[in-house]
């Protein structure tokens, strides 16, 4: 198992107050075969000093200096990707907290993938750390756990980036993928699920860390919180951005689908692409997804965005 490489990536843009502590956790892991690429998307603090000061000290460490900023999180994920030569690699936010032994056992547990050849994934759950009251408000990353594709296309986004682990062969399909994309972490989860396996660890295995500065991600954890999402009609049971990612993907591997994969598909844009009436028959007299109650629920009082799939 030690023997199996890792590429770490990294991306970073005005993190200094959570950077040292986030890579002196990788520093900190049981599993020590892996190399840290980072890029950087333009900070004008100190956060590339701060990353110096400590690869100056583990030859592991390699910040790729690409010139110019993207002004995109996950386009600075996206162009590390061709550095990676390993046979896994995984995403890392600046912001989170790895326990030590996070590397390890998503490796274990990835010895459970059926087809190795194929691309595959395994993510870990997280703790939910709040900075504004310095504690773990939450146990878990996955109140609602989507591990089935036709569950899954129905999700808002992917599973967490910096908690999925990627083989070799899923970072190589995702080298051949050309379209623009809106959600980095969604597309390595669509890709396992038409294409591959994934597989989820129940364990905790980092800390997800939540504060002002967030761009996407987890908000409180309490069902107050969760029934104002539902119930404000600024929300969308399709977020526009994840439609996009969906729509490009779709557009881009069409004619490469099995058919299990593409019945998904077609179910998920029937769904999107119908009135309120007809969707709420959908779910009612389907078996699509196994949290028909949440979307039955979400479908009769939020927005559908509209759809061109053929862009």
């Given at each position: ?24 956790s ?57 550095y ?27 010895e ?13 759950d ?22 089935s ?19 070799k ?9 050309t ?13 396992a ?18 504060h ?62 119908s ?37």
């Amino acid at each position: 198992m030690t023997s199996h490489n890792i590429d770490i990536l990294l991306a970073t843009y005005n993190g200094e107050k959570y950077i040292s502590q986030q890579i002196y956790s990788l520093l900190a892991q049981t599993h020590k075969n892996w190399n840290l690429y980072v890029a950087d998307d333009g900070s004008t603090d100190n956060t590339i000093d701060i990353i110096k000061s400590i690869m100056s000290n583990d030859d592991r460490l390699h910040i790729i200096d690409f010139k110019k900023p993207v002004k995109s999180a996950a386009k600075n994920f996206w162009r590390l990707l061709p550095y990676s030569k390993a046979d896994f690699a995984i995403f890392c936010d600046q912001d989170d907290v790895w326990l030590d032994c996070k590397l390890e056992l998503l490796l274990k547990k990835s010895e459970k993938w059926i087809n190795k050849d194929l691309p595959n994934i395994v993510f870990c759950d997280a703790y939910i750390y709040s900075q504004k009251e310095s504690k773990i408000v939450s146990d878990t990353l996955y109140p609602y756990l989507y591990l089935s594709f036709k569950d899954f296309i129905f999700h808002n986004g992917g599973y967490q980036g910096s908690s999925t682990l990627f083989n070799k062969v899923l970072k190589e399909k995702l080298l051949n993928y050309t379209p623009d994309f809106y959600i980095h972490d969604e597309i390595v989860a669509l890709t396992a699920h038409a294409f591959g396996e994934v597989l989820f660890l129940y364990k905790p295995l980092m800390l997800y860390r939540i504060h002002e500065n967030n761009i996407i991600g987890v908000r409180e954890n309490t069902l107050l919180s969760k029934l104002n999402i539902i119930l404000n009609n600024k929300s969308y049971i399709v977020l526009p951005e994840s439609k996009n990612s969906k729509v490009s993907f779709y557009n881009f591997h069409r004619d490469n689908f099995s058919k299990s994969s593409d019945v998904v598909f077609s179910d998920y844009f029937k769904f999107i692409e119908s009135n309120i009436f007809i969707r709420l028959w959908i779910i009612l007299n389907s078996k699509m997804t196994k949290f028909r109650f949440y979307l039955l629920l979400k479908t009769s009082m939020v927005k559908v965005y509209p759809i061109d799939r053929l862009l």
